[in-house]
Every structure is written in structure tokens, then in C-alpha cells.
């Protein structure tokens, strides 16, 4: 029979940790084994574990970080699902129930997923105030790949994953002050196909205050900046790891090389890592440079500028000259700029409607520049047709 481990770590979450761990154990589908791993909290989290009931094992350990705890259980675990829950959020009952039966309806996924809902409670009324989810993607475009390593959608308490594949990649990174679980979930998708339900199945508690592991704590109020620069980083070392072959296999068709350059160059603008976007931009106009972009290639180049750390690298400085170098190189490199330009237009847009005219001044002088725009100038051949595939055709597991 299949046995679920959930694991919870925690660090100073006391006050929430209770109503997080009477979630696990309200479940329709009993979790078999609950691991608290205590990561040297300082309040009163060892006298909360001790008054809750079910099969619950816990340990503590010096503060090491999140990565060292969830490593340390995973290794105690007894389980063959894994099921990593935050201390502060809160499972719908039935979570457990549909994960599983996920996993049941496609044997071949590694990993079953799903939605969430935000909440925060008002601390002057005590109201519980829930919203949507911050991010959500059109899951019936492209593949969950894809979406992944263009933004993270899917978090831990509403991921199970299958013990072999956690085997399998390796565990979690140590050396990542920030930024583990999306590391995880990235590397989780470049080895086997997920299960994915569109449905909620956790309540994310949203609040303010300091948090991060304890060395590297931050305020809410610094959480861009910090997660920008922690998004960089993470994806650094993908940039070797993932091979180009990962990024066509995304693709359906007789130009998928060239959209794997360009969805390359499209991820790592995301991360505001211009330089490396450009060189795959500028490498993907080499590319049949005489057949034009198909929409699902445009589209690429637009979303290179929607990602939720902005396009403020791009706008200025050497990011921007190799820009307009893109677009005076030959008919498809000016393509590729021109899809980019156009895609800041809702960028430019929002920051217009929210008050923030300076940056929407400059938005709107880099998508009107003549460097940029369209004029009318198109590689002499049709585009070809391309898709994108549901499931990547090469994966690394």
C-alpha cells in the first residue's frame, strides 16, 4: 500500500504551526507519517509539537536552513510519496485524496500538483481575507516545463511526489540562501512528467515581517529586491545544466532550434540576466534568418519582457545598444526586437495606470524607438509552421 510522509519544516512559527499540522491530520485520505523537523526555533514550537496527536515524529536540529532540514527528513522518511508542507499554510481536506488520485490517472508522472488560494488575516478584525493565486498560467498552452522555468506557479504543499524521483535528482541545494523549493520544483520537471490539477488544494498564508532562513533574514518590504537577485542566481548554474536540446524539445517542428534559442533567451530575461537572453536572441537571428518568426516564436519574444521582476536591465546600458544591434542585424533579428518592444506595451501600460510615469516615460521611448519598431521589414520567406508540445519531447531522467 502507498504511504504518504509529510514533512513539515518549521522555525519559529509557533503561533501558526498548530492549525498547519490540524490540516494534515484532518485529511480525508489518513497521511501515515507526519515529520516535524524543528530547525532551532527559539519559541515555543517543541511545547505546540508535544500537544498535537497523530502519527507525528519529530526532531530538532541547530539552525542549518530549510534545504538541511528537508534533506535530514527526507533521509528519515518512510514514505513512498513525499509531501512537504510549510508551517504556516493551511490544506484543504481533500488535498491528500485528489494528490494521490492524480498520481493514479497518469502512472508515468513523477510529481501530482495543484492550485492554491492566498490568505491574510487582518490583524485589526481578526478577518480572513482570501484572493486568487498570486501567479497561475494558461496550462493549455505549452507545457509544464515551460511555464516552470518561466515563473514558479506550483508550491510544495500542493505538490506529492513520488520518493524515487527525489532519489533520483538529488537533494535539496544547501548553498541556496533563497529560492529552494523553486530550484527543487525546476529540476522535479526536468526528469519526469507532473499530474497537474487546476482545482486549489492549500490556503498560502501571506503576511509581513521578517523572514528568510536566519541568516539572511529580510523585511517584507525588501522581498523584490531580494528575490529578484536570489531568482538570478538560481538559475545561473541552469544555464549549463539544461542543455539547448531541453529547450527545442519544447517545440513541434521544422524551426524548433530556433525557438529554443529564443524560449532560452526568454527565460533568462525573466530573470533580468540580459546578457545571456541577448546571446540567445542574437544567436536564434542566425537561425533560417530568411524564414519569418511564427506566432508561437513571437509570442516567445514577448514574454521575455513579462516577467514579474520587470525589464529595467533592457531599457538602458549595454543590454539596450545590443537591442538595437539585434534589430539593425537583418530582417529577423529586427523581428525579434520589434516582437520584444511590442511586448513591453502592458508593461508600459501598467506602470502608466499605477502613477509610475518615469518608468513609464522610458518604457515608452524603447518601444517607440525606429531602431525597434517594425517597419514593415520581414525575412523574405513565410513563416513555417511550429507548436508547442505538451509534454517536452526530451527530458534529463
Given at each position: 500500500m502507498t504511504v504518504i510522509t509529510a514533512i513539515v519544516p518549521t522555525f519559529n512559527r509557533a503561533n501558526f504551526l498548530r492549525?498547519?499540522?490540524?490540516?494534515?491530520?484532518?485529511?480525508?485520505?489518513?497521511?501515515?507519517?507526519?515529520?516535524?523537523?524543528?530547525?532551532?526555533?527559539?519559541?515555543?514550537?517543541?511545547?505546540v509539537v508535544k500537544s498535537l496527536s497523530g502519527p507525528i515524529r519529530y526532531f530538532r536540529s541547530a539552525n542549518g536552513g530549510k534545504a538541511r532540514a528537508l534533506n535530514g527528513a527526507i533521509r528519515e522518511a518512510r514514505g513512498d510519496l513525499i509531501w512537504i508542507c510549510d508551517d504556516d499554510d493551511i490544506l484543504f481536506p481533500d488535498a491528500a485524496e485528489r494528490l494521490v488520485a492524480a498520481l493514479a490517472?497518469?502512472?508515468?508522472?513523477?510529481?501530482?500538483?495543484?492550485?492554491?488560494?492566498?490568505?491574510?488575516?487582518?490583524?485589526?478584525?481578526?478577518?480572513?481575507?482570501?484572493?486568487?493565486?498570486?501567479?497561475?498560467?494558461?496550462?493549455s498552452q505549452g507545457s509544464v516545463l515551460r511555464h516552470l522555468l518561466e515563473d514558479i506557479f506550483?508550491?510544495?504543499?500542493?505538490?506529492?511526489?513520488?520518493?524515487?524521483?527525489?532519489?533520483k535528482v538529488g537533494p535539496f541545494r544547501e548553498d541556496l540562501a533563497r529560492s529552494i523549493d523553486y530550484d527543487m520544483i525546476v529540476r522535479l520537471a526536468l526528469h519526469a512528467p507532473f499530474a497537474v490539477i487546476?482545482?486549489?488544494?492549500?490556503?498560502?498564508?501571506?503576511?509581513?515581517?521578517?523572514?528568510?532562513?536566519?541568516?539572511?533574514?529580510?523585511?517584507?518590504?525588501?522581498?523584490?529586491?531580494?528575490w529578484k537577485d536570489a531568482d538570478r542566481a538560481l538559475f545561473a548554474p541552469f544555464?549549463?545544466?539544461?542543455?539547448?536540446?531541453?529547450?527545442?524539445?519544447?517545440?513541434?517542428?521544422?524551426?524548433a532550434q530556433r525557438a529554443g534559442r529564443l524560449q532560452r533567451g526568454c527565460v533568462f530575461a525573466r530573470r533580468t540576466d540580459w546578457e545571456s537572453a541577448l546571446e540567445d536572441f542574437e544567436a536564434a537571428a542566425l537561425l533560417s534568418p530568411d524564414i519569418a518568426l511564427s506566432a508561437v516564436e513571437v509570442a516567445i519574444c514577448r514574454r521575455s519582457v513579462a516577467g514579474k521582476h520587470g525589464m529595467a536591465e533592457a531599457l538602458t546600458g549595454t543590454s539596450r545598444s545590443r537591442l538595437d544591434r539585434l534589430a539593425g542585424s537583418?530582417?529577423?533579428?529586427?523581428?525579434?526586437?520589434?516582437?520584444?518592444?511590442?511586448?513591453?506595451?502592458?508593461?508600459?501600460?501598467a506602470a502608466l495606470s499605477s502613477g509610475q510615469f518615469a518608468?513609464?516615460?522610458?518604457?515608452?521611448?524603447?518601444?517607440?524607438s525606429p531602431t525597434l519598431r517594425s517597419r514593415g521589414a520581414r525575412p523574405g520567406g513565410p513563416a513555417t509552421p511550429l507548436t508547442e508540445r505538451a509534454e517536452p519531447l526530451q527530458l534529463l531522467g
Amino acid at each position: 500500500m502507498t504511504v504518504i510522509t509529510a514533512i513539515v519544516p518549521t522555525f519559529n512559527r509557533a503561533n501558526f504551526l498548530r492549525e498547519a499540522i490540524d490540516s494534515l491530520t484532518a485529511q480525508t485520505l489518513p497521511v501515515e507519517e507526519i515529520l516535524v523537523w524543528d530547525d532551532g526555533s527559539t519559541d515555543s514550537t517543541p511545547e505546540v509539537v508535544k500537544s498535537l496527536s497523530g502519527p507525528i515524529r519529530y526532531f530538532r536540529s541547530a539552525n542549518g536552513g530549510k534545504a538541511r532540514a528537508l534533506n535530514g527528513a527526507i533521509r528519515e522518511a518512510r514514505g513512498d510519496l513525499i509531501w512537504i508542507c510549510d508551517d504556516d499554510d493551511i490544506l484543504f481536506p481533500d488535498a491528500a485524496e485528489r494528490l494521490v488520485a492524480a498520481l493514479a490517472r497518469s502512472p508515468n508522472a513523477g510529481v501530482a500538483a495543484g492550485s492554491y488560494r492566498r490568505f491574510r488575516d487582518d490583524p485589526l478584525t481578526g478577518e480572513r481575507i482570501e484572493s486568487g493565486p498570486g501567479y497561475w498560467p494558461d496550462l493549455s498552452q505549452g507545457s509544464v516545463l515551460r511555464h516552470l522555468l518561466e515563473d514558479i506557479f506550483l508550491f510544495q504543499n500542493a505538490t506529492l511526489v513520488r520518493r524515487t524521483l527525489y532519489d533520483k535528482v538529488g537533494p535539496f541545494r544547501e548553498d541556496l540562501a533563497r529560492s529552494i523549493d523553486y530550484d527543487m520544483i525546476v529540476r522535479l520537471a526536468l526528469h519526469a512528467p507532473f499530474a497537474v490539477i487546476e482545482e486549489p488544494l492549500f490556503k498560502q498564508r501571506k503576511h509581513d515581517g521578517v523572514r528568510g532562513p536566519a541568516a539572511a533574514r529580510h523585511a517584507a518590504a525588501q522581498s523584490d529586491a531580494v528575490w529578484k537577485d536570489a531568482d538570478r542566481a538560481l538559475f545561473a548554474p541552469f544555464r549549463e545544466s539544461i542543455p539547448l536540446s531541453v529547450y527545442a524539445g519544447l517545440f513541434d517542428g521544422a524551426l524548433a532550434q530556433r525557438a529554443g534559442r529564443l524560449q532560452r533567451g526568454c527565460v533568462f530575461a525573466r530573470r533580468t540576466d540580459w546578457e545571456s537572453a541577448l546571446e540567445d536572441f542574437e544567436a536564434a537571428a542566425l537561425l533560417s534568418p530568411d524564414i519569418a518568426l511564427s506566432a508561437v516564436e513571437v509570442a516567445i519574444c514577448r514574454r521575455s519582457v513579462a516577467g514579474k521582476h520587470g525589464m529595467a536591465e533592457a531599457l538602458t546600458g549595454t543590454s539596450r545598444s545590443r537591442l538595437d544591434r539585434l534589430a539593425g542585424s537583418g530582417p529577423l533579428g529586427g523581428q525579434i526586437a520589434s516582437a520584444i518592444a511590442r511586448g513591453a506595451l502592458w508593461r508600459g501600460r501598467a506602470a502608466l495606470s499605477s502613477g509610475q510615469f518615469a518608468e513609464a516615460a522610458q518604457i515608452a521611448r524603447f518601444v517607440l524607438s525606429p531602431t525597434l519598431r517594425s517597419r514593415g521589414a520581414r525575412p523574405g520567406g513565410p513563416a513555417t509552421p511550429l507548436t508547442e508540445r505538451a509534454e517536452p519531447l526530451q527530458l534529463l531522467g
